[in-house]
């Protein structure tokens, strides 16, 4: 099997695109190694975000499509939020649609004349105006895509921004095969400045599999462990809204813009509530045999007389996190509602609730009135969240284009920098301590998912600095290998190191088998070299007051132990990129 990456170039100012080979999985994996690669030949890290040239990046890895949970795609971009090097990550049917069409990676590079609808496969690649798209929410537009391209549903893809991102909000989403996203750091931002609407992506080729009962035997066992052993049992049961009640019980929960860590309400937006009066199916990205993805049933009444519309919304713990307990939202339906706003608009579910939490104690501490917020902003009044969430993804007045740009930003402009909970950017669902916050406000993607800080929060007791920074940097590394294949975290004990090796070996890739250990570190210095190269600097990452004022079940928060662990963080990736 080749290991010669194939990639398509688009230029959207010129209308070309052009099929190409690039480098080899034994040099860059793929994934984030791919996308991280291919920036660096592509972009320019010490440009603007918006400059036209900065590519999007969309790369998968070299065990996409052959094996169980190699299911996402990973973009490679830079933000709109913070000016850096970035990922995001998505699932969806997207990475097969790639895989069928027969590219690993799609760079796309130039800005639209007018709105585009991108079309490719492996035969045909068409860039069609879409200015009637233009407005349309996500939902809308998928709806109309789907129209223009029949057929090949199985191994079609449809990758779309809202609002939001047509008009630069930093944290604006790409909605993908309508419950899946690239969220986080703004990435439909990025595809809004391209002027680039949709991407529709159809599998219209076979790709030949391994043949050797070795191969047979391997994806039997990772099936059979996936759908059969208590490994993955959590993720299609209560998915990972099981987090709530727990993360609750231990004060960790962040209710009303993390004035609270915990509070009786959390039984009526748990994983456990939902699946009892709200779950409506579950299903899967296209690959995974799990099917983590739970889609809730909001029913609301439109009429005098008992008329009903039903909507389906996907819900998952950082969403009803952003939606619920920061909003200080406790019914279950109107976490949905939100969520299905932000959905259509196009907005990063998390960093919006975060926003207008931030946003309501502006508001009753009296640094922000009805002038700026359009109306009175209440913790537990959804009708007055909804009307807001239109008006971030719309930039109606000053007010909310500043919070477009990130509830930092806001702050310098209006007050509240000492309540605002951002990580890097708008935290996630997580007050577990010291070691968490230290790994998203310093993580390469400001991630829960960078390196698990809340997992040795919850279940180590000691506060070594020694300790808690070398469980962070070895877990990069793990997850940065794993999103170079690209896996989905969730399956990251499924797919030990030597696993990974053995999966290469059978799909003809020796020799980056052989060096997997050595190429993820390879990865994770690429990735942060990017990352340093556009401005990211370790000693100015700033961790609001706020992070400082909590108690957990552990305790108050150690001031002394997260400043140090901070710097000793600061300094090893320092020594990654230096190296």
């Not at 030949?208 to 052993?229: C, D, G, H, L, N």
């Amino acid at each position: 099997m080749s290991s010669s990456f194939r990639v398509l170039v688009v230029n959207l100012t010129t209308g070309q695109s052009e099929p190409t080979t690039f480098g080899a999985v034994h040099d860059h994996l793929g994934g984030s190694g791919l996308a991280a690669a291919l920036f660096e030949a592509f972009g320019d890290p010490s440009a603007p975000w918006d400059d036209p040239e900065q590519p999007l990046v969309f790369a998968i890895g070299p065990l996409s499509g052959f094996l169980p949970l190699m299911s996402k795609v990973v973009l490679g971009f830079l933000s709109p939020y913070h000016n850096q090097y970035a990922e995001s990550h998505a699932g969806g049917r997207l990475a097969l649609a790639l895989r069928f069409s027969g590219y690993d990676a799609l760079v796309i590079q130039g800005v639209a004349a007018s709105p585009t609808l991108l079309t490719l496969g492996s035969r045909e690649i068409r860039l069609l105006d879409a200015h009637y798209l233009w407005g349309m929410d996500t939902l809308a537009t998928g709806k109309w895509v789907r129209k223009i391209h029949q057929g090949e549903g199985g191994h079609r893809s449809i990758v779309r921004i809202g609002p939001a991102g047509e008009n630069l909000v930093a944290f604006a989403a790409i909605n993908v095969d309508t419950y899946r996203h690239f969220g986080r750091l703004g990435c439909g931002a990025a595809m809004g400045r391209k002027r680039l609407k949709a991407i529709l992506v159809s599998g219209d080729r076979s790709v030949a599999v391994p043949t050797s009962k070795a191969y047979a035997t391997f994806y039997k066992t990772i099936y059979q462990e996936a759908v059969r052993s208590p490994i993955m049992r959590k993720y299609h049961d209560l998915g990972t809204p099981e987090n709530v009640l727990p993360l609750n019980a231990l004060r960790a929960l962040p209710w009303r813009n993390l004035q609270a860590t915990q509070d009786p309400g959390a039984q009526f937006i748990s994983g456990e509530h939902f699946a009892q009066d709200r779950l409506l199916r579950q299903t899967a990205c296209a690959g995974c045999p799990v099917g983590c993805i739970h889609i809730g049933l909001l029913r609301e009444r439109f009429g005098e007389e008992h008329e009903y519309i039903y909507r389906q919304v996907s819900y998952d713990h950082e969403p009803i996190f952003a939606a619920g307990s920061m909003l200080g939202i406790t019914d279950a339906a109107q976490v949905l509602r939100l969520l299905e706003s932000m959905e259509r608009f196009g907005l990063d579910a998390i960093s919006a609730g975060v926003s207008l939490a931030w946003a309501t104690e502006a508001f009753e501490k009296g640094l922000l009135s009805e002038k700026e917020t359009l109306g009175p902003l209440r913790f537990g009044e959804a009708e007055a969240y909804d009307r807001a969430l239109a008006h971030l993804a719309g930039g109606t007045n000053d007010f909310y284009r500043a919070l477009g740009r990130g509830t930092l930003h806001a702050a310098s402009l209006y007050g509240g920098q000492d309540f605002a909970c951002v990580l890097g950017q708008e935290m996630a669902g997580y007050a577990t301590g010291e070691v968490f916050f230290v790994s998203q406000a310093y993580g390469f993607r400001h991630s829960h998912l960078d390196s698990a800080g809340y997992s040795y929060d919850q279940n180590t007791g000691q506060k070594s600095v020694d300790e808690a920074l070398a469980y962070l940097m070895e877990e990069e590394r793990r997850r940065v290998q794993l999103t170079s294949m690209v896996a989905c975290l969730f399956a990251r004990k499924l797919y030990s190191e030597d696993r990974l090796q053995e999966a290469l070996n059978l799909l003809g890739h020796e020799e980056a088998a052989h060096n997997l250990a050595s190429l993820s570190e390879k990865v994770q210095a690429m990735r942060w070299h990017l990352r340093f190269r556009s401005g990211f600097d370790p000693d100015q990452v700033v961790l609001p007051k706020r992070f400082f004022e909590l108690t957990t079940w552990k305790g108050p928060i150690d001031a002394a132990f997260l400043h140090d662990l901070a710097a000793a963080y600061g300094s090893a990736i320092r020594r990654i990129v230096n190296h």
